[in-house]
């Protein structure tokens, strides 16, 4: 209690100075919080925007072929088909799990009655509502049955459900729609998450193609994996299933541009080296700005040494020890270190809060979907106690070379001071 007084009493003593440092502490961590925040805000956006699909997951677009071969000429247009499914289904076993193809139809009329909406009509296999995630509402997704016997059935968007209907989209279940003037049995209704997706209808992938008369044709093909856990892995497999592919459709075994390939696992391992370097520099940004705030606390500590020769001399005199000098002045930076950067600290997370009420709850129309800037941009209990730490090393440090000066102070020499 009395190490507690004297220093109150100093910091009284020397109000604007105080102030003013502990300013530059509070401004430093502040600063800190913010920077983690916005950081964060900002990773967990991009994490929410691209989490539609499980990691351990590729997705397969046909390309344009950059090579001759076999006396065809570059420049062909490649269009998946059923060979291409055919081989992703059967020839690597080892790594793919589920396979899915997908289908497109645009400008689909969907009517109920005198209401309708325009829409576009994706023909999927069952298997995509756990390589994407689809979340539904009410109701089931496409099943085997339904791929088998070519079924027309149709899931809706929220949005869409309640435009038709005029009420609960949930009641749409069980009623029959028309798409053009083919009558679906409408089985599911997705759930609105501002993707594309919610705003499509989803048909059986055979059901579109006997239909719209695509042969054997699928714009996409998707599967999830296992077995690949590094970059290399995955670079090894993805040539050798691009290969077979392009076997499928001579094109050159080695023509990178005559199938594309998206690797939701490479993109996410990209993505948290990324996380790994923006934290790590916000971070030392943080950090270099909290460090003028401790060398002002250091040069405050050094003056308070200085003004203070005269008075260390006589507790030296009459049998103080340097531990108890060092601990005075360690003990005061430390304080004002934490209490000022606990304010700051403080200033920072409700700075976050705003920014999550503000930037967080406001999204933007790409057109083709609606995303949001950030994220729960807010600083976790480990960042906290990170920066509690880094609070009391600060003080420690700032404190430590004015300590060992007092501690050094010869009695003699104090005395003599002014």
């Not at 677009?61 to 062909?76: A, H, I, N, Q």
Request: charged share 20%.
């Amino acid at each position: 209690m009395e190490l507690l007084a004297e220093i109150w009493q100093a910091a009284r003593r020397n109000k604007l100075r105080t102030s003013l440092t502990g300013f530059a502490v509070a401004w430093g961590i502040f600063m800190l919080i913010v920077l983690l925040g916005a950081g964060a805000g900002l990773i967990n956006a991009q994490r929410e925007n691209q989490g539609e699909w499980v990691d351990n997951s590729m997705m397969v677009f046909g390309g344009m072929t950059s090579k001759e071969y076999e006396g065809l000429k570059e420049g062909r247009d490649i269009r998946l088909n059923q060979g291409d499914i055919a081989i992703t289904e059967t020839s690597f076993p080892q790594h793919i799990d589920q396979v899915g193809a997908m289908l497109f139809e645009n400008g689909a009329t969907i009517s109920l009655g005198a209401n309708y909406v325009t829409s576009s009509l994706r023909g999927i296999y069952p298997e995509y509502a756990t390589i994407q995630k689809v979340k539904l509402r009410a109701g089931r997704f496409i099943n085997a049955i339904d791929q088998q016997q070519q079924r027309k059935v149709i899931i809706m968007g929220e949005r869409q459900a309640r435009e038709l209907l005029r009420g609960d989209a949930a009641q749409l279940i069980g009623r029959r729609v028309k798409v053009g003037q083919i009558a679906y049995t409408v089985v599911g209704i997705m759930r609105d998450d501002d993707s594309q997706m919610s705003n499509e209808a989803i048909v059986p992938f055979t059901t579109l193609r006997t239909i719209y008369n695509r042969a054997d044709r699928a714009d996409r093909i998707a599967f999830t994996f296992h077995g690949l856990q590094t970059e290399e892995q995955n670079e090894a497999f993805e040539e050798q299933y691009r290969a077979a592919l392009n076997r499928n459709h001579r094109a050159a075994p080695d023509d990178a541009d005559a199938v594309w390939i998206w690797n939701r696992f490479t993109q996410a391992m990209q993505m948290e080296r990324g996380t790994t370097i923006i934290e790590t520099a916000l971070w030392i940004i943080g950090l270099l700005t909290l460090l003028s705030g401790i060398v002002g606390v250091s040069n405050i500590m050094l003056i308070t040494v200085r003004e203070r020769t005269h008075e260390f001399g006589i507790r030296k005199a009459i049998g103080a020890t340097p531990f108890s000098l060092l601990r005075v002045i360690i003990t005061e930076s430390v304080l004002v270190t934490g209490f000022f950067g606990y304010i700051g600290m403080f200033l920072g997370i409700m700075a976050n809060l705003y920014m999550d009420y503000s930037l967080g709850a406001k999204p933007i129309d790409t057109g083709l979907f609606q995303t949001t800037i950030f994220v729960n941009p807010t600083v976790s209990l480990s960042t906290c106690i990170g920066v509690t730490v880094v609070l009391i090393v600060a003080g420690t440090i700032a404190g430590l070379v004015p300590a060992v000066k007092a501690a050094r102070i010869r009695p003699i020499e104090a005395l003599r001071a002014e």
